[in-house]
């Protein structure tokens, strides 16, 4: 469990992490989201004691990090996949950092099995690849076999097979009552992965929440009717003050009313409907919709400005163009 009370950290004259409070349950996979530069990474060097707050407080399983007597096996974390000895094997990472902390050979072996790094376990841990590295750094974080586990963008780098083996692994340990926090710009991951989530924008919490619960009220309700008649269908429901959209030949996009009230509607008027599906938003759609006033760091495309319904001003028809992009950042 890991437990933060008004956590604030202030660099000069940027405030990083502004007072924030919540609670990471165990039993569960909490994601930690974020634009670039909210925050996620410096409030996981509080948790783990490598950065001190400026004020505020945060305890896992019920003390600070330091007044652990065996951190390892409290807590586990990835923070820095590159934070190894880039001349020592991964092996020879490993093993040292589990004599340090009284970690018998044995759970080395196991770690480097879990990880995937049989292979290239006696090679320069300075040669690995990025997703090599990550797996090196995921290793580390379970040598304690921790009750929290913590991990910073950790599929970052791996290849489909990677990705899916962190989320196997995270569910895997969340089953078995571990704490899990991770952060992760990849929606699509996060939703299959995610039980809870903690969104931050700016240093603040703007949502603190289960995965379904953030996508239900960042949606708006729509439903895809498929008729024959769809002038007569949205002439009756515009009767209505309904919106409805129609994109595709036999198709329209209702938006704001129940799939009851359409159904009523079509049957009254002898209308026949074919298909009435309830439509949901991803959680990528419902997370830009959540952050799209907290982002510091814009990406704007050369070719033209942004679309209305384009995410963090990003153009998609440039996109699909291939237009040259420049990345540009504006700290406001
Ligand atoms: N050591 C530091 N000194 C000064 N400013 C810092 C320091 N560490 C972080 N910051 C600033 O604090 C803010 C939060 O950074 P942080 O790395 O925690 O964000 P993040 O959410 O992890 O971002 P990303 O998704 O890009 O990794 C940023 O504006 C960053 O520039």
Same mark, same amino acid.
């Given at each position: 469990?890991?437990?933060?009370?008004?956590?604030?950290?202030?660099?000069g004259?940027k405030?990083?992490?502004?007072?924030?409070? +919540?609670?990471?349950?165990?039993?569960?996979?909490?994601? +930690?989201?974020g634009?670039?530069?909210a925050?996620?990474?410096?409030?996981?060097?509080?948790?783990?004691?490598?950065?001190?707050?400026?004020?505020?407080?945060?305890?896992?399983?019920?003390?600070?990090?330091?007044?652990?007597?065996?951190?390892?096996?409290?807590?586990?974390?990835?923070?820095?996949?590159?934070?190894?000895?880039?001349?020592?094997?991964?092996?020879?990472?490993? =093993?040292?950092?589990?004599?340090?902390?009284?970690?018998?050979?044995?759970?080395? !072996? !196991?770690?480097?099995?879990?990880?995937? /790094?049989?292979?290239?376990? #006696?090679?320069?841990?300075?040669? +690995?690849?990025?997703?090599?590295?990550?797996?090196?750094?995921?290793?580390?974080? /379970?040598?304690?076999?921790?009750?929290?586990?913590?991990?910073?963008?950790?599929?970052?780098? /791996?290849?489909?097979?990677?990705?899916?083996?962190?989320?196997?692994?995270?569910?895997?340990?969340?089953?078995?009552?571990?704490?899990?926090?991770?952060?992760?710009?990849?929606?699509?991951?996060?939703?299959?992965?995610?039980?809870?989530?903690?969104?931050?924008?700016?240093?603040?919490?703007?949502?603190?929440?289960?995965?379904?619960?953030?996508?239900e009220?960042?949606?708006?309700k =729509?439903?895809?009717?498929?008729?024959?008649?769809?002038? =007569?269908?949205?002439?009756?429901?515009? =009767?209505?003050?309904?919106?409805?959209?129609?994109?595709?030949?036999?198709?329209?996009e209702?938006?704001?009313?129940?799939?009851?009230?359409?159904?009523?509607?079509? /049957?009254?008027?002898?209308?026949?409907?074919?298909?009435l599906?309830?439509?949901?938003?991803?959680?990528?759609?419902?997370?830009? #919709?959540?952050?799209?006033?907290?982002?510091?760091?814009?990406?704007?495309?050369?070719?033209?400005?942004?679309g209305?319904?384009?995410?963090?001003?990003?153009?998609?028809?440039?996109?699909?163009?291939?237009?040259?992009?420049?990345? !540009?950042?504006?700290?406001?």
């Open positions: 469990m890991i437990e933060a009370k008004g956590l604030r950290k202030v660099y004259t405030t990083a992490v502004d007072g924030i409070s +919540f609670t990471v349950r165990p039993g569960k996979v909490t994601g +930690f989201l634009p670039n530069g925050g996620k990474s410096t409030t996981m060097r509080m948790i783990m004691g490598l950065d001190r707050p400026t004020s505020g407080d945060v305890t896992v399983n019920g003390r600070h990090y330091s007044e652990h007597k065996a951190p390892l096996h409290q807590v586990g974390a990835l923070l820095d996949a590159k934070a190894v000895h880039t001349s020592r094997s991964a092996y020879n990472h490993l =093993r040292a950092m589990a004599a340090t902390h009284g970690i018998p050979n044995s759970r080395v !072996e !196991e770690v480097i099995d879990m990880t995937g /790094l049989t292979a290239v376990a #006696k090679k320069k841990a300075g040669g +690995f690849s990025l997703g090599m590295g990550q797996r090196l750094g995921i290793a580390n974080a /379970l040598l304690g076999d921790p009750q929290t586990l913590i991990l910073d963008e950790p599929v970052n780098g /791996l290849d489909p097979e990677g990705v899916q083996w962190v989320r196997n692994l995270a569910r895997y340990l969340a089953s078995q009552g571990k704490t899990i926090f991770i952060s992760s710009h990849l929606m699509s991951e996060m939703a299959q992965t995610a039980d809870n989530l903690i969104v931050i924008g700016r240093g603040k919490i703007i949502a603190d929440t289960t995965v379904d619960a953030l996508i009220s960042q949606s708006r =729509r439903t895809l009717v498929r008729t024959s008649e769809t002038t =007569r269908l949205s002439e009756l429901l515009a =009767r209505d003050g309904v919106r409805v959209e129609q994109n595709e030949r036999e198709t329209l209702v938006y704001g009313v129940e799939p009851l009230r359409i159904a009523e509607l079509a /049957l009254d008027n002898r209308v026949l409907v074919y298909e599906t309830p439509l949901t938003s991803s959680l990528e759609e419902a997370y830009f #919709k959540l952050t799209k006033d907290e982002v510091e760091y814009h990406s704007h495309m050369t070719g033209g400005p942004a209305p319904g384009a995410p963090l001003g990003v153009n998609p028809a440039g996109v699909g163009a291939g237009t040259a992009a420049t990345m !540009e950042g504006i700290q406001s």
